[in-house]
Structure formats: structure tokens, C-alpha cells
């Protein structure tokens, strides 16, 4: 040890000095540190002393605190429930509830399968503190490229720039039709069957509208389109109001389903696909791997069922 460092108080003078406070004597100090009374005596005298100062008065063989000391312990104890809260966290990371993802996905993917993936991940390890953000594609390419978010949803396969990209299993584009409506009687519908009706269709920008309009066009098909939107969660909304048919997505298609929305399959394939998004310059945690193996389930989950 060299003079520099022999002539400043340590942790240990300051965890007797607390000792001593919490205690009120150097008896009852000794006890809360399992030590011997001279060896507190020795440590406090030795703090008073690379102090400068005194921090405590001695009464008929007791020690009663000065204003120094008083003003002292109320910087010790703000410090010390720093200590213990940095403490109490470290334990509870050991533990599943106490883990906290951060995730961001599109709109319609936390309608439609962030939530039976949190199910099974709940079902699995219990209670974890998941907090969820919603973005469309290029705010959400960027975001994750800016390694703010544990884990990121896109339709899109290309990794942005940090991360890494892990697609979930593929299914196909589904027909999403009012219940009443007439070919919900059909358990498989053709190209064919849409031409004429009221089609709901997603933004003209969109790559899924592009292949179902490609589809539409290669069969011959004319469909009457007056409705668009962005998302496919209002174009399903529609759809149940009776306002028009339309192809989406099973994911949202099955979230949708209900009394006044039927799902059919398609004799033609529009591929759909998830991926995940993995930054690659974040610390990670095990609960954001429980919740990639939730999300690889409830996807295959999912593609068996449509």
C-alpha cells in the first residue's frame, strides 16, 4: 500500500462508522460486523484521525455522535440504500420476473402474435416484465439498427445494419370474408371467385398488395376497388362491417375471426413471413431467448392451424 492510499479512509472505516450509528455503541457495532470491540475502537479512531476531525464525543465511556457525524450518516444512508437497491437488483436478474425485454414490431404483429407467444412464454417461465412498441417498417428498421430495442417483428428479411435477422416459419395469405357473405360457403377459394366483389386492399406501396394485385391480374380477374388502407387490422375491421372481401395475412386473419369474420384458404400462394430481429451490439438476456423460442412455437403453432 502506498502513502496516498494509507492516508485515505476506506470502505471499511465507513462500514464501521455505520456499524456504530446503527448500533449506538461500539459493543453492539462489533456484534453487527462479528468483530471485536477494540477492533472497532482501532478502525473509528483511525477514520477520526485521516479526517482531521472528530466524529464523536466520548460521555462517561460512550460515544455520543457530533454534528459532523450526524450530517455524515445521512450521506452514508442515502449511499447505502444505493448499495442495497444495486444489490436487490442483481438478485433479482437471477430471476424470471426479474428480466425485462424490450420489443418492437409492426402494429398488426403485436395484434396478432405477440400475445400467444407472451402466453407460452408465461406458461414456461412465469412472469416477465415485457414492454412493447409499435412502428412500421422504416422507423422500425432504423430503431433496431440504433440497438434500442431487445428484440424487433418485421415482415421485412432484410437485416438492418447491427442486427441480425431469424425468420419464423412461413404460411400463406389468407381470404378474410364477412360471414353472411356467399362464398363464405366455400371451403377453398380460386382467383375466380373474387371477380366483381367489393376488395378491400392494403396501401399501393405495400409488397403484399403488390403480389395479390399480381395475382389478380395474371388470372383475368377485375375486382371492384374503392377501399385501401395501411394496416391489415383495419382492413379486417372493414371486412367486418360488410364494406368488402379482402386477402390478408393469417395472423392477423385468425386474430380477427369472429361472428362477423370468416377466414378461408386460398388456391393460390402469397407467401407470408416473420422475421426477428436480433441487434447484435446490446447486452442480451436469457428472457429475450425465452421469448424467441415463445415466438418459434406460437409461428408454428400458427402455420399448422391455417
Not at 104 to 128: D, F, K, N, Q
Not at 164 to 193: F, G, I, N, T, Y
Not at 200 to 223: C, E, K, N, T
Amino acid at each position: 500500500m502506498n502513502d496516498s492510499q494509507a492516508s485515505r479512509i476506506t470502505h471499511r472505516h465507513i462500514e464501521v462508522f455505520r456499524a456504530v450509528m446503527t448500533a449506538g455503541s461500539v459493543t453492539g457495532a462489533a456484534a453487527l460486523l462479528y468483530t471485536s470491540q477494540p477492533t472497532v475502537s482501532r478502525e473509528l479512531a483511525r477514520m477520526e484521525q485521516l479526517l482531521g476531525y472528530a466524529l464523536f464525543e466520548r460521555v462517561q465511556g460512550r460515544l455520543r455522535a457530533n454534528a459532523r457525524a450526524l450530517l455524515l450518516w445521512d450521506e452514508v444512508r442515502r449511499s447505502w440504500q444505493g448499495l442495497e437497491r444495486v444489490i436487490d437488483r442483481a438478485q433479482e436478474l437471477g430471476r424470471p420476473q426479474g428480466a425485462h425485454i424490450s420489443a418492437l414490431c409492426l402494429p398488426a404483429l403485436s395484434h396478432a402474435l405477440l400475445p400467444g407467444a407472451l402466453a407460452r412464454l408465461y406458461a414456461e417461465h412465469g412472469p416477465v416484465a415485457v414492454s412493447v412498441a409499435t412502428q412500421e417498417g422504416p422507423l422500425l428498421q432504423e430503431w433496431m439498427a440504433a440497438q434500442r430495442f431487445d428484440l424487433g417483428l418485421t415482415e421485412q428479411a432484410d437485416a438492418p445494419p447491427g442486427t441480425r435477422s431469424l425468420p419464423l416459419p412461413a404460411m400463406d395469405e389468407v381470404a378474410v370474408l364477412p360471414a353472411s357473405h356467399p362464398l363464405a360457403v366455400k371451403p377453398l377459394l380460386q382467383a375466380e371467385d373474387f371477380a366483381g366483389q367489393p376488395f378491400i386492399s392494403l396501401a399501393r406501396d405495400d409488397p403484399y398488395r403488390q403480389q395479390i394485385d399480381a395475382v389478380f391480374a395474371a388470372a383475368g380477374v377485375q375486382r371492384s376497388l374503392q377501399l385501401e388502407t395501411h394496416s391489415a387490422v383495419a382492413v379486417c375491421a372493414m371486412v367486418q362491417h360488410g364494406l368488402g372481401v379482402a386477402v390478408v395475412n393469417p395472423l392477423t386473419a385468425r386474430a380477427c375471426a369472429g361472428p362477423q369474420l370468416v377466414v378461408r384458404p386460398l388456391a393460390f400462394s402469397i407467401p407470408f413471413q416473420v422475421h426477428l430481429l436480433l441487434p447484435l451490439h446490446r447486452p442480451t438476456d436469457m428472457a429475450v431467448q425465452w421469448l424467441v423460442d415463445a415466438l418459434q412455437q406460437q409461428s408454428r403453432f400458427l402455420a399448422q392451424a391455417t
